[in-house]
């Protein structure tokens, strides 16, 4: 297989995820707990503020990719709307289930968590194989 699936591209992508994931979820945990924001709301005010982020420092470290066009961004708005609803889709209904007996607060701050991580797995094969994908080596 020409394209590893763990190599320097991977460990800058866990870098920039990092900072993504520290800025993202610290909108959505402080709307929902502090500011009293619906599940919704703040988990896709996470991915809003987050995507943009996680654009940029892809788009420029990670991959390397200086051409302006518009059907890349096009690309990265499928991929975050498509991994978005697929990880909240499922994490939520699967976290309500196994934890039928807690509180909502409890089970829908599990779920956000849940569903950043199945958003995070989902999203690196996106970019990295759809949105920004290139038929060359290493960046």
């Known amino acids: 297989m020409k394209n590893k699936i763990i190599d320097k591209i991977t460990l800058k992508f866990l870098l920039v995820g990092i900072i993504n994931t520290l800025v993202g979820n610290s909108v959505m945990f402080l709307l929902y707990n502090l500011c009293s924001v619906g599940y919704g709301l703040s988990t896709a005010a996470n991915y809003v503020v987050g995507s943009?982020?996680?654009?940029?420092?892809?788009?420029?470290?990670?991959?390397?990719?200086?051409?302006?066009?518009?059907?890349?961004?096009?690309?990265?708005?499928?991929?975050?709307?498509?991994?978005y609803a697929i990880a909240y889709g499922v994490a939520k209904p699967l976290v309500?289930?196994?934890?039928?007996?807690?509180?909502?607060?409890?089970k829908d701050n599990l779920a956000m968590l849940a569903g950043s991580g199945i958003f995070i797995v989902l999203n690196y094969f996106g970019q990295r194989f759809f949105a920004f994908k290139t038929d060359g080596g290493d960046r």
Do not use: D, M, P, R
């Open 52 to 83: 943009i982020v996680s654009y940029f420092l892809n788009k420029y470290y990670t991959f390397k990719q200086t051409k302006k066009s518009a059907k890349e961004v096009l690309k990265f708005i499928i991929n975050i709307v498509l991994c």
């Open 96 to 106: 309500y289930l196994i934890l039928s007996g807690f509180s909502k607060t409890l």
